[in-house]
């Protein structure tokens, strides 16, 4: 399973996560964790952040742990993650405006 968490769905962010996972054969769930993560206060700001979480236990305790298998299928996830994105906003796209020579 496949947690895509946060506060509140942000859609574009939600499934570029939600393509990317399906690309490498995991089925996205997305909830809420109800935990405490820099997404919250990016979010809050104004700055459209998900949390990504990929398989493991234990967390932040002394037994925390991942298996190898789960952190290679992490590290798959987000490379499709970022193929994703590329052909979302090819690099010739402009996400900001540039500035204008005059300044």
Known sequence: ???VGAVA?????TSLAVAASEAVGLSPVITS???G???NELN????AAVVLGM????YHTFEEHISVDELVKCAEWIKALVTETAKRFPPETPIHP???AEG
Request: net charge negative.
């Open 1 to 3: 399973m496949v947690t």
């Open 9 to 13: 769905e942000v859609s574009g962010l």
């Open 33 to 35: 964790t109800c935990g």
């Open 37 to 39: 993560s820099d997404a």
């Open 44 to 47: 809050a700001n104004g700055i």
């Open 55 to 58: 398989g493991g236990g234990g």
């Open 98 to 100: 540039s500035p204008t």
